[in-house]
């Protein structure tokens, strides 16, 4: 399912993240020139980011959005959203992770919307 309106993008990631209880990849809401800030301070662009989103579906964890804001302007949009991720990685080992994401996404082409910066640690 794509995202229709740029909040949404948030939300069916989650759910992708969650696949066993959805149909959503999400690597399927990032554009293919994706620039993601994994984690403070790191950059990484490019699809090879995929791997290590991928890993996400196998932690039995909750990983749940809380939006704060959009801005939005023609076919750009920034999100700002509270995050947990809450749970077991693949390791068995006990998972808690949270932020403050400042997202940028794109509508496309054929208006479905797609990440395109990443910053899930925060505006800075």
């Not at 209880?21 to 293919?32: A, L």
């Not at 964890?61 to 749970?87: C, H, K, M, P, Y």
Request: include cysteine.
């Amino acid at each position: 399912m794509p995202a229709r309106k740029p909040e949404e993008v948030h939300r069916l990631f989650s759910e992708g993240v969650q696949r066993k209880r959805s149909k959503c990849n999400p690597i399927s809401f990032m554009s293919r020139t994706l620039l993601s800030f994994p984690s403070p301070g790191k950059r990484s662009g490019g699809m090879p980011l995929s791997v290590s989103f991928e890993r996400l579906p196998r932690y039995e964890a909750r990983f749940v959005f809380n939006r704060s804001s959009l801005l939005e302007s023609n076919d750009i949009a920034i999100l700002f959203s509270s995050w947990t991720l809450a749970g077991t990685g693949p390791d068995g080992k006990a998972v808690s992770m949270a932020g403050q994401t400042t997202d940028v996404v794109r509508r496309q082409k054929d208006g479905t919307w797609l990440l395109a910066i990443d910053n899930p640690f925060g505006p800075g």
